[in-house]
C-alpha cells in the first residue's frame, strides 16, 4: 500500500517562498514507472496540477506554464521523498496542496494522494 | 487552455442511477479518470482508464466514453456516494500534462 504523507508550514508570507514535502511509503521515488506530482486546489480555481518529477535513467520534471518561472519540484532519494518550492507567493497561490502519484503506463491518472496541506499567504 | 466541462450538480434518490459527463477535446485522444471528493478530504480515483476500477472501489462505479464525453456512472447510488466527483485527463494542448474538470457535486436524496 503507497501512501503520501506531506508536510510544511500553513502560512507563508507574501514574497516569501513556499516549500512543502512529501515523503513516500510503499513505492520509491525512484519508481522508473511512476511520476511525482503537486496539484493545489482553491475555490476560484478548482484543481490544478502544478508539476512533477519523474526517473527514467535519469531525473525529469515537467511544470505548468502557469507557475514555470517560480516553481521547483525536487526528489530526495536519501528519504525517498520529493518536494515542492514555489516562490514570490501572493494570496492568489493561498489553496489546499497535494502530492501525488501517477501510477504511470501513459493512462495520466493519479492513484494515491497526500492528505493535502491548506497553506495561506497573508502577511 | 484546454478544459473540461461538467454540470455543477446533480442530485439522485437513493438507490437510483445517476450519470455524470465531463466534455472537453482532449477526451477524443486520451482517456478519462474520475476522482471522489469528501469534504475535508483528498480526491480518491474511482474510474482510471476510462472503464477500470481500482480495488476496494465497488462496481456500482462505472465509466464510459463517446467521442469528446466521458460519463461516470453510479447505479444504485448509495448515502455514502453524496461528494463532489472530479474528471481529469492528459491535456493535448496546453503544457498542463494534467487538466481537471471543474467538478460535479452529487446529493443523494
Known amino acids: 500500500q503507497v501512501e503520501l504523507q506531506q508536510s510544511g508550514p500553513g502560512l507563508v508570507k507574501p514574497s516569501q517562498t513556499l516549500s512543502l514535502t512529501c515523503a513516500i511509503s510503499?513505492?520509491?521515488?525512484?519508481?522508473?514507472?511512476?511520476?511525482w506530482s503537486w496539484i493545489r486546489q482553491s475555490p476560484s480555481r478548482g484543481l490544478v496540477w502544478l508539476g512533477r518529477?519523474?526517473?527514467?535513467?535519469?531525473?525529469?520534471?515537467d511544470y505548468a506554464v502557469s507557475v514555470k518561472s517560480r516553481i521547483t519540484i525536487n526528489p530526495d532519494t536519501s528519504k525517498n521523498q520529493f518536494s515542492l518550492q514555489l516562490n514570490s507567493v501572493t494570496p492568489e497561490d493561498t489553496a489546499v496542496y497535494y502530492c501525488?502519484?501517477?501510477?504511470?503506463?501513459?493512462?495520466?491518472?493519479?492513484?494515491?494522494w497526500g492528505q493535502g496541506t491548506l497553506v495561506t499567504v497573508s502577511s | 487552455s484546454s478544459e473540461l466541462t461538467q454540470d455543477p450538480a446533480v442530485s439522485v434518490a437513493l438507490g437510483q442511477t445517476v450519470r455524470i459527463t465531463c466534455q472537453g477535446d482532449s477526451l477524443r485522444t486520451y482517456h478519462a479518470s474520475w476522482y471522489q471528493q469528501k469534504p475535508g478530504l483528498a480526491p480518491v480515483l474511482v474510474i482510471y482508464g476510462k472503464t477500470n476500477r481500482p480495488s476496494g472501489i465497488p462496481d456500482r462505479f462505472s465509466g464510459s466514453s463517446s467521442g469528446n464525453t466521458a460519463s461516470l456512472t453510479i447505479t444504485g447510488a448509495q448515502a455514502e456516494d453524496e461528494a463532489d466527483y472530479y474528471c481529469?485527463?492528459?491535456?493535448?494542448?496546453?503544457?498542463?500534462?494534467?487538466?481537471f474538470g471543474n467538478g460535479t457535486k452529487v446529493t443523494v436524496l
Open positions: 510503499g513505492d520509491s521515488v525512484s519508481n522508473d514507472n511512476a511520476a
Open positions: 518529477t519523474y526517473y527514467r535513467s535519469e531525473w525529469y520534471t
Open positions: 501525488a502519484r501517477d501510477a504511470g503506463a501513459g493512462l495520466y491518472y493519479f492513484d494515491y
Open positions: 481529469s485527463s492528459r491535456d493535448s494542448i496546453t503544457n498542463h500534462l494534467y487538466v
